[in-house]
């Protein structure tokens, strides 16, 4: 697969380890130029945390990978921009 | 046909393939230079999924067979662009 | 007459033909530098789209032929600006 | 008087001369640089248009008077700009 | 006083002088770089405005002066600028 | 202390000094570059006022000062932006 | 760890130390380039205050220290960026 440019992906995680360290590790994967989490939701177990990704060539497996590692999970992926160009979407992604 | 440079298309499709390769596809169809697959709205069967795709010389045709091949119904084609300028609209495109 | 630069119809038309020749056609009339359709509305029978052309001498009757031929129906002209300067108006136009 | 920049009308105007028309010939009042025309509201015998018109140095006179002689009426005059510097104010104007 | 840089005024005004010649006298007042006036709200009698000044050292004593000499009032002064810089308010003035 | 670039201050004060007045004393304080006051609210008594200001290096004990010397008090200190870099938050400050 | 370029935190602070020499302390942090600190709430005991910081590589640990040291509690954080890319979230941090 080639050239993804920017994912945004609905994560649910447990409150360890903390979003900063969760950060950091999906900021190390391979092809990921920046991460950024933003809390959505947190209750007494887990947080709900949107997730984006951007970098030239982003490996949706090795994400996924590194995300499971962390106890999380992928609720849903919301967003995919693929290509030589970045396009901007007409919509955000859904409300989560 | 020529010159049509951008397309959004409201698209129903499976859960499998997974939308990161199902943009992917789409990123290869010809002429295509980006395109950018947001999550609107999803259950247990099928994705609702906003396509928007970016190229200087788009073929319907082709992308409406991709979507097809990759299990995907067009539910409606929600803006078309087309001209040497890529002329922004007043309105942004119906709600789904 | 002289200078029309931007028109933005409001449009009914037959599903078909569909969206992108319909807008393709617009984009070949004569000054007619790049042409946007976005799908407000459809049922059964018909679409209802708005309509926006850019170009430095757009001829309304020309592309008033052009819409009629592909079998579809002004309902109303919501924009136009004219003259040496591209005004943005201070509201966008009526709500279809 | 010096230097009115811009100026936003509401109109009242009757179906014909059509909008394109009645905007090409307030494009060609002296002074007048860029005139852009937007459809409000319309019913069976008159056309609501909020009027636009940017220049060096307008001339409300005879800006009156081609609206005059075009049949229309100017409802409020809803925003006036003066002045060696174009001020955007920090307000739109009113509500037709 | 120095260094006024930009003033929004909340101001009743007879019909008459009409909107364009009472904009047209602010801006020649010394000081103004350019006004603003938008119409918020009319009636029989008066005309609510919104008047907005700009310029490198604005006289407010002198833009009171003119706005009485136009049988206007100044109901309040709802935005004072001052400085070297110009410095952008975190809200808008209040609704009048 | 040092470089505090950005202060909103939510402030009373009676209807004398008049605002300009205010607004001019406040940006020639020390270390102010700009000064902006706006309108929240009023009633007979006391103008509810945002003030916001900017400089390389505001002292807010000087600021309180002539605030408190013209009459006015702070109710609340509703944004503070210190540091090499002018940091913008990701939500505005609160409802007064 | 490497590279956290942007923090949002979602902090309770009583009211002494004030929120100028509050922000002023964070600034001083080592990595931290910029922080802005704005009020959401407050009563009479505590200040909820969003504290947004930027740098190039910050340390959440010694900003944790620094606000329990000025009597705060970090409740939540709401937005961690890191990378050799800032990426700016689809959406803003939850509400407080």
Do not use: Y
Request: proline share 6%; charged share 30%; hydrophobic share 40%.
């Amino acid at each position: 697969m080639a050239s993804v440019r920017r994912l945004v992906l609905d994560v649910l995680k447990p409150h360890d380890p903390p979003l900063v360290d969760f950060t950091d590790q999906l900021s190390r994967v391979d092809g990921v130029a920046g991460a950024t989490c933003t809390l959505v939701e947190l209750d007494r177990e887990v947080q709900n945390v949107e997730v984006t990704l951007e970098g030239e060539n982003l490996d949706i497996g090795a994400v996924e990978e590194t995300i499971d590692e962390l106890g999380g999970t992928v609720h849903s992926i919301d967003l995919v921009a693929c290509g030589d160009r970045l396009v901007t979407p007409q919509r955000p992604p859904r409300d989560a």
